[in-house]
């Protein structure tokens, strides 16, 4: 059974960190594009960052770079989020989602999503102080 599970979302103030994690099983996360979307609350789910399967490339939305990294622990079979210097605005559930995906490269583009064929049940995170 395919599954993706998302985890290390919470509580942080402004400034800060955390490590997202999207945990797969039933199928091998390096052979799928994987992207993480966010919904923030009252808004349409975007895409923030996208790693392609077989090269490993790295793509994001303008307003997460330089901010958030997108990696892969093949051995793990976990692709994680690191996400820092945390505003209040990028509240919302973060899910991770996988696909044979040829829109990585556009991850932040609405149609972009409908390419990802399994998703993650999402984990909440929280930027207040």
């Known amino acids: 059974q395919v599954q993706l599970v998302e985890s290390g979302g919470g509580l942080v103030q402004p400034g800060g960190s955390l490590r997202l994690s999207c945990a797969g099983s039933g199928f091998s996360l390096d052979a799928y594009a994987i992207g993480w979307f966010r919904q923030a609350p009252g808004k349409e789910r975007e895409g923030i960052s996208c790693?392609?399967?077989?090269?490993?490339?790295?793509y994001y939305k303008d307003s997460m770079k330089g901010r958030f990294t997108i990696s892969r622990d093949t051995a793990k079979n976990t692709v994680y989020l690191q996400m820092n210097s945390l505003k209040p605005e990028d509240t919302g559930i973060y899910y991770c989602?996988?696909?044979?995906?040829?829109?990585?490269?556009?991850?932040?583009?609405?149609?972009?999503?409908?390419?990802?064929?399994?998703w993650g049940q999402g984990t909440q995170v929280t930027v207040s102080s």
């Open positions: 790693l392609t399967g077989r090269d490993g490339l790295t």
């Open positions: 989602a996988a696909g044979q995906v040829i829109g990585c490269i556009t991850i932040w583009k609405p149609e972009t999503e409908y390419q990802f064929e399994y």
